[in-house]
């Protein structure tokens, strides 16, 4: 199936007796598959409103991203979030649809000072589990009528409602960009390192700690991003240096090694001790990002790293899975509380239960 | 405006519940006079008062729990507040219910500077929470108008805004977890220290559903450091259609002030008579502030001024002093203040698509021409979140009932540009009927359905945001 427009979809989900299992361009192929017959969103698509003015782009949900981010460049724009193409990842050859961008909430190294995605998402028109037209938000960047079902929408992968039409809040794309890169840290040394920058007043915008080397980015006007990254070597140490950040937005280091892949989102205070006993539970490697928050970790299939998050606050996904692990859930279990009301709203959008089923226990 | 019949059946237990409280919350914190809950009869939009049954002033999340496992059980609708400072009535009881008050959950629990956050009590007030962490340099973001008095209970209730959002977002923008007591009086934790959520994301839900689906009584909101250096810089025009064209040449250009403020002459002349701004008296004036370095700031106002010179301002003066800052930002933040003065007024809050500003402006004044209304503009030109202020005379016969429709039009302007009813204010009871020129029934009955989830028994602020005829049957009789 292959609606071309959002009626044709509410007709499809309507009518269907059986479990849709939403398909944008395949290439975030997250944890377990589902089962279901395919749905595709890539015949709804296209750019349906673009203001650079207003700093604003609305498109249909399977609208490819590549299309999206050419336009915002031809008016020196961009998404705010700086979204991860992970088809090296996931081995997909596929086209990334902006509204698989939105299912899963895919924010890059940016998300620690410009937000998440679902921070930029400004509006959404979706389909729900009965085949009703719906939406909520809309086109300008501060909206409080009603309920934010916008921030509810986006990361729900696809289990509430079919995305068919998303507005976004952009942002120009800066003049110039610079690394300050430190080697030779540890991961502890590193993550102090990134919170002291993060804690500056020089409007970092990236921070990682990818294959032994500490990157810390800002952006910005030029005579601007000349100072700020001259104060951060003072502060830090390190040097300026040329750096391509989709090593760590897509983190193509793992990309062609073997093995499960974790994702865990912690206190950035919290990395270090989260790296260590993950490295010594069978972990193969770690990268931070998010000056420390957010850590990736590689695993021999089957190996379930969520136990090492203990007691330290915060959560793990299971991003890439293997048969091997088909035993492991790969959302973070909720407290029983807070799963009761996601079961209720799981009812209310979806009563039948079709939609991505089981993707989201 | 309407308020549900109050339930008469509620009002007769009234000592029974009053008991009830005392027997949980310590004497202080439980006001049933008549007198005394008249205090608490209305908000920041006082043309519309209800006393309430009785007020509660609970001082941690245990009590706020036992409260609302009693107001459960007896089946009395609870009207959480923050300072109190809504504009749109969020938090106006209705005389059967118990208005939970967060004025004592003041405290800071925890700072962290190295992770970059603060976990407060949600009574605590906006201004006092970058009160509390700016020895170290450090600043919460989100600045509404009334920072100085307005909760941040009722910040997250309504999602609110303030100047400096261009650049910073909203609260939702800036608050990374939540203590929320269900009305069941069940404590969740929603969210914390760390960056988004493991499954749905009801943090983004619960901020801005103005008090409808929890009582939120701790938060961890991000800090950030403090800026080397701001300076404003003061652009006069005399046609609101130029500022508006400027205000978005700015934006294309690529550089992103931290803050766009506009406002018109009536406004302009009444802050200024107010609190002496030193502002020029010109049709449409902007403030334009930049963040920085003073090289930084040099290298944004360079470019500023020159987009601005394009469109021949008759005024263009950058502040040359920290005092001349503040002075500015002085007159902006009185404006409400300074129009009062003036005036009785309502305040509009609908937000547009910044390339229809000039149209929408035009038809505002039409409209105050028709209605015989005056208007006076102030808002965030940046992302188009309009503030009208229509002027009437609260003692007039049938001035308020003109003022509204006159509002009504304007914000039904505002949707069909493309925009919204409300930008950060919240819907409450003062847009309520309107929603259903933004949202249709459908759109209106899913959010309903939200709330069936969180509030089986629709106690939690029951009578705001969505129409009365829409939420009816849900409502306990």
């Given at each position: 199936?292959n609606?071309?427009?959002?009626s044709?979809?509410?007709?499809?989900i309507a009518?269907?007796k059986?479990?849709l299992?939403?398909?944008?361009g395949?290439?975030?192929?997250i944890?377990?598959?589902?089962?279901g017959a395919?749905?595709?969103?890539?015949g709804?698509s296209?750019?349906t409103?673009?203001?650079?003015?207003?700093?604003t782009l609305?498109a249909?949900a399977?609208?490819?991203l590549?299309?999206?981010?050419?336009?915002?460049?031809s008016e020196?724009?961009?998404?705010?979030f700086?979204?991860?193409?992970?088809?090296g990842l996931?081995?997909?050859t596929g086209?990334s649809?902006?509204?698989?961008?939105?299912?899963?909430?895919?924010?890059g190294p940016r998300?620690?000072?410009?937000g998440a995605?679902?921070?930029?998402?400004?509006?959404?028109?979706?389909?729900d589990?009965?085949g009703?037209i719906?939406?909520?938000?809309?086109?300008v960047?501060k909206?409080?009528?009603?309920?934010?079902l916008v921030k509810l929408?986006?990361?729900?992968?696809g289990?509430?409602?079919v995305?068919s039409?998303?507005?976004?809040?952009?942002l120009?794309?800066?003049?110039?960009?610079?690394?300050?890169?430190i080697?030779?840290?540890s991961?502890?040394e590193?993550i102090?390192?990134?919170?002291?920058?993060l804690?500056?007043p020089?409007?970092v915008?990236?921070?990682?700690?990818?294959?032994?080397k500490?990157v810390i980015?800002?952006?910005g006007l030029?005579?601007?991003?000349?100072y700020r990254?001259?104060?951060?070597?003072?502060k830090l140490?390190g040097s300026?240096?040329?750096?391509?950040?989709v090593t760590?937005?897509?983190?193509?280091d793992f990309?062609?090694?073997a093995g499960?892949i974790?994702r865990?989102?912690?206190?950035?205070?919290d990395g270090?001790?989260?790296?260590a006993?993950?490295c010594?539970?069978?972990?193969?490697?770690?990268?931070f990002?998010?000056?420390?928050?957010?850590v990736?970790?590689?695993?021999?299939?089957?190996s379930?790293?969520r136990?090492?998050?203990g007691?330290i606050?915060?959560?793990a996904?299971?991003?890439?899975?293997?048969?091997?692990?088909a035993?492991?859930s790969?959302f973070h279990p909720?407290?029983?509380a807070?799963e009761f009301?996601?079961?209720g709203?799981?009812?209310?959008?979806d009563?039948r239960n079709?939609l991505?089923?089981g993707r989201m226990g | 405006m309407?308020?549900?019949?109050?339930n008469s059946?509620?009002i007769?237990?009234?000592?029974?519940?009053?008991a009830?409280?005392q027997?949980v919350?310590?004497d202080a914190?439980?006001?049933y006079?008549?007198?005394?809950?008249?205090?608490?009869?209305?908000?920041?939009?006082?043309?519309?008062?209800?006393?309430?049954m009785i007020v509660?002033l609970?001082a941690?999340?245990?009590?706020v729990?036992?409260?609302?496992?009693?107001?459960?059980?007896e089946?009395v609708p609870v009207v959480?507040r923050g300072?109190g400072t809504?504009?749109?009535?969020g938090a106006?009881?209705?005389s059967?219910s118990?208005?939970l008050?967060?004025?004592k959950l003041s405290?800071?629990l925890?700072?962290?500077?190295?992770d970059?956050?603060?976990r407060?009590?949600?009574?605590?007030?906006n201004?006092?929470?970058?009160?509390?962490?700016e020895a170290?340099?450090f600043?919460?973001?989100p600045?509404?108008?009334s920072q100085?008095?307005?909760?941040?209970?009722g910040?997250?209730?309504?999602?609110?805004?303030?100047a400096?959002c261009?650049k910073?977002?909203?609260?939702?923008n800036n608050?990374?977890?939540?203590?929320m007591?269900?009305m069941?009086g069940e404590v969740l934790?929603?969210?914390g220290a760390?960056?988004?959520?493991?499954g749905?994301?009801l943090?983004?839900l619960?901020?801005?559903?103005?008090?409808?689906?929890?009582?939120v009584?701790?938060?961890t909101?991000r800090i950030l450091?403090k800026?080397?250096?701001a300076r404003p810089?003061?652009?006069?025009?005399?046609?609101?259609?130029?500022?508006?064209?400027?205000?978005?040449d700015?934006?294309?250009?690529?550089v992103l002030?931290?803050?766009?403020e506009?406002?018109?002459?009536p406004?302009i002349?009444?802050?200024e008579?107010?609190v002496n701004?030193?502002?020029p008296?010109?049709?449409?004036?902007l403030?334009v502030?930049?963040?920085?370095?003073e090289?930084?700031?040099?290298?944004q106002?360079?470019?500023?001024?020159?987009i601005?010179k394009?469109?021949?301002p008759?005024e263009?003066r950058?502040?040359?002093?920290a005092?001349?800052?503040?002075?500015?930002w002085k007159?902006?933040?009185?404006a409400?203040?300074?129009?009062?003065?003036?005036?009785?007024y309502?305040?509009?809050d609908?937000?547009?698509?910044?390339?229809?500003?000039p149209?929408v402006l035009g038809?505002?004044?039409e409209?105050s021409?028709e209605y015989?209304l005056?208007v006076?503009?102030v808002?965030?030109a940046g992302?188009?979140?309009?503030h009208?202020?229509?002027l009437?005379?609260?003692?007039k016969?049938?001035?308020l009932?003109t003022?509204?429709?006159?509002?009504a039009?304007?914000l039904?302007l505002?949707?069909?540009?493309g925009?919204?009813l409300t930008?950060?204010?919240?819907?409450g009871?003062?847009?309520r009927d309107?929603?259903?020129t933004?949202?249709t029934?459908?759109?209106?009955e899913?959010q309903l359905c939200?709330?069936d989830v969180f509030?089986p028994?629709?106690l939690?602020?029951p009578?705001?945001?969505?129409?009365l005829?829409?939420t009816d049957?849900?409502r306990?009789p």
């Amino acid at each position: 199936m292959n609606p071309t427009t959002e009626s044709e979809l509410a007709e499809v989900i309507a009518s269907t007796k059986s479990p849709l299992r939403i398909i944008g361009g395949d290439t975030r192929r997250i944890g377990h598959p589902v089962d279901g017959a395919p749905l595709h969103t890539s015949g709804l698509s296209g750019i349906t409103l673009y203001e650079p003015g207003a700093l604003t782009l609305v498109a249909k949900a399977g609208t490819p991203l590549a299309e999206i981010e050419t336009a915002l460049a031809s008016e020196n724009q961009r998404l705010p979030f700086e979204p991860s193409d992970m088809r090296g990842l996931y081995g997909a050859t596929g086209q990334s649809t902006i509204g698989g961008v939105v299912a899963t909430n895919a924010s890059g190294p940016r998300r620690i000072q410009a937000g998440a995605c679902r921070d930029s998402v400004i509006g959404v028109r979706f389909v729900d589990g009965q085949g009703q037209i719906l939406k909520n938000g809309g086109r300008v960047m501060k909206n409080v009528t009603g309920y934010d079902l916008v921030k509810l929408m986006t990361g729900s992968f696809g289990t509430l409602g079919v995305l068919s039409e998303i507005s976004f809040k952009v942002l120009p794309a800066p003049e110039a960009s610079a690394t300050v890169m430190i080697e030779g840290q540890s991961s502890a040394e590193a993550i102090a390192s990134m919170s002291v920058a993060l804690g500056s007043p020089f409007d970092v915008n990236g921070a990682a700690h990818v294959v032994g080397k500490t990157v810390i980015r800002v952006e910005g006007l030029e005579g601007s991003v000349k100072y700020r990254a001259a104060e951060l070597v003072k502060k830090l140490g390190g040097s300026v240096v040329d750096f391509d950040w989709v090593t760590v937005r897509d983190l193509t280091d793992f990309a062609n090694r073997a093995g499960d892949i974790w994702r865990f989102s912690v206190k950035p205070s919290d990395g270090p001790k989260l790296g260590a006993a993950l490295c010594k539970t069978g972990a193969l490697d770690v990268q931070f990002d998010w000056g420390g928050g957010l850590v990736w970790a590689l695993a021999p299939e089957g190996s379930n790293l969520r136990t090492v998050l203990g007691d330290i606050g915060g959560n793990a996904t299971l991003v890439r899975a293997s048969e091997a692990s088909a035993n492991l859930s790969v959302f973070h279990p909720e407290p029983k509380a807070i799963e009761f009301l996601n079961a209720g709203l799981r009812a209310k959008f979806d009563p039948r239960n079709i939609l991505n089923t089981g993707r989201m226990g | 405006m309407d308020l549900p019949k109050p339930n008469s059946a509620i009002i007769a237990r009234k000592s029974q519940i009053v008991a009830r409280l005392q027997a949980v919350l310590p004497d202080a914190a439980v006001i049933y006079d008549a007198h005394e809950v008249k205090a608490y009869e209305c908000d920041g939009l006082s043309a519309y008062r209800c006393p309430p049954m009785i007020v509660v002033l609970p001082a941690s999340t245990e009590e706020v729990a036992a409260v609302l496992k009693i107001c459960h059980a007896e089946g009395v609708p609870v009207v959480p507040r923050g300072s109190g400072t809504s504009l749109a009535g969020g938090a106006l009881p209705t005389s059967d219910s118990v208005v939970l008050g967060a004025s004592k959950l003041s405290k800071v629990l925890e700072t962290n500077y190295a992770d970059r956050y603060i976990r407060v009590q949600s009574g605590r007030t906006n201004l006092s929470v970058t009160g509390a962490v700016e020895a170290n340099d450090f600043f919460y973001a989100p600045d509404p108008s009334s920072q100085l008095a307005c909760a941040i209970a009722g910040n997250i209730a309504m999602n609110s805004g303030g100047a400096h959002c261009l650049k910073y977002g909203v609260t939702t923008n800036n608050l990374l977890g939540v203590k929320m007591v269900t009305m069941e009086g069940e404590v969740l934790d929603i969210g914390g220290a760390h960056l988004d959520a493991a499954g749905y994301d009801l943090l983004g839900l619960i901020c801005g559903s103005e008090g409808q689906l929890g009582v939120v009584t701790e938060a961890t909101l991000r800090i950030l450091h403090k800026p080397e250096g701001a300076r404003p810089v003061l652009i006069g025009f005399n046609s609101n259609e130029v500022a508006g064209a400027c205000v978005s040449d700015i934006i294309k250009a690529g550089v992103l002030p931290v803050a766009i403020e506009f406002m018109d002459r009536p406004v302009i002349r009444a802050a200024e008579k107010f609190v002496n701004a030193g502002y020029p008296d010109v049709e449409a004036l902007l403030i334009v502030e930049v963040e920085g370095s003073e090289t930084e700031i040099a290298e944004q106002l360079a470019l500023i001024t020159d987009i601005a010179k394009r469109h021949n301002p008759v005024e263009l003066r950058e502040s040359q002093s920290a005092e001349e800052s503040a002075t500015i930002w002085k007159g902006r933040k009185a404006a409400f203040g300074a129009m009062g003065q003036i005036s009785d007024y309502m305040c509009l809050d609908g937000t547009i698509p910044v390339s229809q500003l000039p149209f929408v402006l035009g038809r505002i004044t039409e409209l105050s021409e028709e209605y015989g209304l005056a208007v006076g503009n102030v808002f965030h030109a940046g992302d188009g979140n309009m503030h009208p202020l229509i002027l009437y005379d609260a003692n007039k016969e049938g001035d308020l009932e003109t003022c509204e429709k006159m509002g009504a039009e304007i914000l039904k302007l505002c949707v069909e540009v493309g925009g919204c009813l409300t930008g950060e204010h919240g819907v409450g009871i003062e847009k309520r009927d309107l929603m259903t020129t933004q949202y249709t029934d459908a759109d209106i009955e899913i959010q309903l359905c939200v709330k069936d989830v969180f509030d089986p028994k629709w106690l939690l602020n029951p009578a705001k945001v969505f129409p009365l005829s829409a939420t009816d049957t849900r409502r306990a009789p």
